[in-house]
């Protein structure tokens, strides 16, 4: 009798190994009508060149010209291109999620489908995973952006990215990315968390390094961004901070900010009931200060509150089905 069970998941998963094409593309694409025809041929091109068995996944995220018309010719005549479609635009992040999931792959490299990306570059990055890395990043270290509007607030993201989450990679924002199935597969991805994949990764113990990379202007279509994506960017990080830090035990993150508030309380009541005389000595005040006891009231009020807020959210984590997977999929990979 086999010493093991075989469960739902390692059905899928052998599924999933059965139809391994080796090394998945992922593209996700949005009103790119003049970049889809030239993406693919340089795609094709270059991983024809790179020799490994590979499928292309192009995710369309609704675009509104005729991108989708374009996708569904090449899908025709290309049987390593996977196409999947959107009914609106959901955003990057989700497109770039849907891609992982369809991707089936062991090895699966993201970039851009705007051609600012060079797909000559897919080989080196997974040629690099291959010595010993579980996420190479691509670093555009020419980067052919506009500099006010682009370059300056990414190096402010880049440094802060890299202080907060403490992965000290240069290029946090670059979309050619190679990982190991198994990263992005663990990964639950939401608002614009593309751009941290790597801090996420090095979160569930993925090694990373990053490789310069070309980057092209771009020759077709409009970006997508404008200046907006700063404020994004900055709320994420928060998030990731906490998913990163304190996710696995919050109770710690919420009892060391309730700290100082219990001792704000304690300080309001000494003052409310207690004076200082000029001897030295604390007199205990009949009269008390009401507004300050009543301080160390609410101080207090709040400080349990935060407390609390913290024992729930521990225990929500510790029932969490998300956090139970994400740990057993990293430990997994930790003794293969
Ligand atoms: N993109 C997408 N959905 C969106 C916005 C962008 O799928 O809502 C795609 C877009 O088609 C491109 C990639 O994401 O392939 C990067 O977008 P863009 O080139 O506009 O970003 P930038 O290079 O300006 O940072
Ligand atoms: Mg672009």
């Known amino acids: 009798m086999a010493g093991y069970a075989v469960t739902a998941n390692d059905r899928a998963a052998a599924a ?14 949005y009103n790119e009508e003049d970049n889809v025809g030239p993406l693919h041929e340089a795609l094709t091109h270059a ?14 995220d609704g675009s509104s010209d005729s991108t989708r018309d ?3 010719e090449l899908a025709a005549v290309d049987s390593n291109l996977r196409v999947v479609m959107f009914r609106r635009n959901y955003g990057q992040t989700a497109a770039m999620a849907a891609g992982f999931r369809a991707a089936r792959g062991r090895t699966i490299v993201s970039m ?8 000559a570059d897919i080989g080196r990055l997974v040629d690099k995973l291959d010595e010993g890395f579980d996420v190479v990043c691509g670093w555009r270290r020419q980067r052919q952006d506009r500099a006010f509007t682009r370059l300056l607030p990414s190096r402010i993201a880049n440094f802060l990215i890299s202080r907060v ?6 290029d946090t924002g670059c979309s050619l990315k190679a990982y190991r199935s198994w990263v992005v597969r663990s990964l639950h991805l939401y608002s614009d968390m593309h751009r941290f994949l ?11 390094t990053e490789l310069p990379v070309r980057h092209h202007q771009r020759r077709a279509g409009m970006s997508k961004y404008g200046l907006g994506r700063v404020f994004r960017v900055l709320a994420d990080l928060v998030g990731i901070k906490m998913l990163i830090q304190f996710a696995a035990h919050p109770i710690r993150w919420f009892t060391l900010l309730s700290i100082p508030l219990f001792l704000l309380a304690q300080l309001m009541f000494l003052l409310g009931f207690f004076k200082l005389r000029g001897s030295g000595a604390w007199e205990f005040l009949t009269d008390h200060d009401m507004a300050a006891v009543a301080a160390g009231a609410v101080a207090m009020l709040v400080a349990m509150n935060v407390f609390l807020l913290g024992f729930l959210a521990e225990l929500q984590v510790k029932v969490s089905r998300f956090f139970r997977q994400r740990i057993s999929t990293t430990a997994r990979e930790a003794i293969r």
């Open 165 to 170: 989450t403490g992965t000290r990679i240069h």
């Open 16 to 29: 999933r190994d059965a139809a391994d094409p080796g090394l998945s593309v992922v593209v996700p694409i």
């Open 47 to 60: 991983l024809q060149l790179y020799g490994r068995s590979y499928e292309i996944v192009f995710v369309d």
């Open 70 to 72: 374009a996708l569904r």
């Open 112 to 119: 851009d489908g705007d051609l600012q990306n060079d797909p």
């Open 198 to 208: 790597a801090a996420l990764g090095a979160g569930i113990g993925a090694r990373i």
